[in-house]
């Protein structure tokens, strides 16, 4: 079973929640600040009522990486989104910290086949990210359903190091950019009692390396299809059900589920849980995503 020495323990995870918890709700009295609760991967089509934080960790279990096999570990992603207008929005997104181990899988190098550990300031394939969304705003009075679009570039910002017993062996993520574009919607269905999500994002990731999904290349595209049920009818509790599909228009396409559960502690704090498990063979095998959303 690999071990990850610097991963923070079930305790310290908890401490560090109470704390993120206890310094929001000094302030949440003054938020007031309603918006519909989201779920953890889908997003809304509708522009925020208000800035909004999204601290995530996401605890993974082998995902997929060019030169590493059986990558365990977690990664740590700030999301912060600001309303310019009632239609329009941008998005900073800022993965924060990585850290896991794998087996080495780079044939001819001495380490090729050995457990390594991993960590860095930053993600596998998610770059720091600057993403505009603007909603359609003149289909409101032609259907129930928001839909809007979104465009957005991103950049490495630091390398992942893997070593081995304290040793650097190689450094991966070593440069590269993204471009992407997207669509969201969102619906209410059964007045109000159910909300439909829908999220496509084509990302085209160029000058990489060592992170793409199934082969050596550079360039690369990544299509991501998200899709949520969420149940608005138990009050500060809120299911969801989500599914999360990957494809590299070559010969990678994941498919995942998501139970996921959604608490709401005040107008402007939500705290939420997803458990994406795959059920193709390609993918990660499973993971588990705690985020604290807060709206100023």
Known sequence: MLKFENMPSVG?????VGLLLLTLSGSISMAGSIGPV???????????HAPTLDLGVEYFRHKPMEE???FDGYTVTLDFTYPLDDVSQIELLLPLYTDGEGDYNKPGEAFDGRTLDVDGYGGVRDF???????????LDNKSDINIAWLVGAGKRLDTLDAKHNGELVDKFNHKGHNYQVGLKMDTDIRGGEVT????????MFQDTDDINLTGDDVDFEVLYITGAIVFNTFGRITPVLEALIEDDFEDYTSFSL?????YTMSDGLDIKFGAPFR?????QD???ELELTYRF
Request: aromatic residues 14%; negative net charge; charged residues 20%.
């Open 128 to 138: 720091a990210s600057l993403i505009y969304e603007r909603r359609l705003s003149w």
């Open 38 to 48: 989201e779920p953890v991967f889908a997003r809304y089509a509708q522009i925020y």
């Open 258 to 262: 998501s139970p996921g559960i959604i």
């Open 68 to 70: 590493m096999d059986d």
């Open 279 to 283: 059920l193709t063979s390609d993918g």
């Open 196 to 203: 439909l999500i829908g999220n496509l994002r084509y990302v």
């Open 286 to 288: 499973y993971a588990g």
């Open 12 to 16: 310290q995870v908890g401490t560090l």
